[in-house]
């Protein structure tokens, strides 16, 4: 006899219940489903808008409005010596460039007065031309010395407003009260357009040109931005991967499992979630402060974002060793192999795809910071050229991200133009280096 009572049996369901439950189930699955396609077009909706805004704002920064008109290069005002040495012209101001500006715009203005449109005159043309065009003539003279003493065909960038209203950001409603244009250079500007004096086109500078002052935006460009970031990247590049890569191995597949390497894996993952800014404090106190580097270069912004990525890169590393089956490394040493022979010969080859898609994806991540960049002084107004390297390491420079923010806190509008265009050169970089993390992840992915 025991205490136990004995459970009534379950009556077994009927065939309509089970068909119910069954209904039941698969209507659950249909909603899951529906949550996730609905959860997959908000996702798709704010790319597209986000990719439509962007491209909508950024795309006219490619393109730059132009007059063109004939200018006499005089030999006696940019070259009295003769000698057509460029280390001579580089000795003359930019402000005897002015006169020769003048007079081909007074020339263009007579021409458009026997043409039937007299209310353009030189002044107003003068207003209508960029403050850059004198160091634009500049660099034109300084690389083509020959062509002192000839009357060529030169292309003047118009004013930030000019160009804004040509491109339609600025209209004639917006533009009431800016002292800074004159309804009167308006009408010009669509009577030039209409006569092609006036015209857009590729703005080569705006990749290639280093940034420009507040009165000039239509002059400002990306290419002091883009040798810095491309000097931050070889820098990262080169410490970042092989330090990641042998720390990961050696974790991985060689160091001894106690309490210290547990704390070493702890501190790896806990800096993996640091805020980018602290390494920027650190590369400060430490970079700048203690070792007294340069501010605002890029071996500075190099070795922050190097520690920034390691625990990236060492965490992806670690388990793409871990992915591949310990049969394979067991069946190495199987037949004779050392251990460093099993990790480098087998091991280390079949985890390649996946250590190269975190190492770039790792990259990728460094390319796009900007808050500990601005902690060691690369927010700063840079217009110089960083020499070659190495020596260009030293210099002052900034990056692309960081050129993005400073162009984003200048009034003039056209600069609003000039930062998504701007972020659209990143996200390009950036679609490069995830398109390289995919193809090399494909060339190397071996099947076991």
């Not at 004939?70 to 101001?93: C, M, N, Q, S, Y």
């Not at 590729?202 to 009165?215: R, V």
Request: without cysteine; proline residues 7%.
């Amino acid at each position: 006899m025991t205490d136990a009572t004995a459970t009534a049996p379950t009556a077994p369901r009927t065939r309509a219940e089970r068909d119910a439950l069954t209904r039941k189930r698969y209507a659950a699955e249909r909603r899951f489903r529906l949550y996730g396609m609905v959860a997959i077009g908000i996702a798709i909706t704010a790319l597209v808008v986000l990719l439509a805004s962007v491209l909508g704002r950024g795309l006219p920064a490619f393109t730059q409005t132009v007059i063109r008109a004939e200018i006499f290069l005089d030999p006696e005002a940019l070259d009295p010596a003769g000698t057509r040495d460029p280390a001579e012209i580089r000795k003359v101001l930019t402000f005897a460039y002015s006169p020769l500006i003048t007079a081909s715009l007074t020339s263009v203005a007579d021409e458009l007065a026997a043409g039937g449109a007299p209310e353009i005159t030189p002044a107003l043309l003068a207003g209508m031309v960029s403050e850059a065009a004198t160091s634009q003539l500049r660099d034109y003279v300084i690389a083509n010395p020959d062509r002192i003493g000839e009357t060529v065909e030169f292309e003047f960038l118009t004013s930030g407003r000019i160009d804004q209203y040509v491109k339609g950001n600025i209209t004639r409603e917006s533009s009431e009260g800016d002292i800074r244009l004159d309804p009167a250079q308006l009408n010009a500007a669509d009577e030039l357009m209409a006569l092609g004096v006036m015209e857009r086109k590729f703005n080569w500078s705006f990749i290639t040109g280093p940034d420009a002052s507040e009165n000039r935006p239509e002059s400002a460009g990306l290419g002091v931005a883009l040798i810095g970031s491309a000097y931050m990247m070889l820098i990262v590049l080169a410490l970042s991967i092989p330090i990641g890569v042998a720390t990961s191995i050696y974790l991985e597949e060689f160091a001894p499992k106690n309490w210290l390497t547990d704390v070493i894996e702890v501190n790896i993952s806990n800096l993996a979630a640091v805020p980018s800014i602290v390494f920027g404090i650190l590369g400060l106190t430490f970079f700048i402060n203690f070792m007294h580097l340069p501010m605002s270069a890029p071996i500075v912004g190099g070795l922050v974002l190097t520690l920034m990525t390691l625990p990236t890169i060492i965490i992806s590393t670690r388990a793409a060793l871990k992915s591949v089956p310990p049969s394979i490394k067991e069946a190495a040493l199987g037949v004779g192999a050392s251990k460093m022979q099993a990790v480098f010969h087998h091991v280390l080859p079949l985890a390649m795809p996946g250590i190269l898609t975190g190492s770039i994806l790792g990259l990728a991540q460094a390319l796009g910071e900007t808050a500990p960049l601005l902690l060691i002084g690369m927010v700063a107004f840079v217009r110089d050229f960083p020499g070659p390297l190495p020596e260009g390491l030293f210099e002052p420079a900034t990056a692309l991200p960081v050129q993005i923010y400073n162009f984003t806190q200048r009034a003039d509008p056209a600069f609003v133009e000039r930062a998504s265009g701007a972020i659209i050169v990143l996200l390009l970089f950036l679609l490069v280096m995830n398109t390289i993390a995919i193809i090399l992840r494909q060339r190397f992915e071996r099947s076991w």
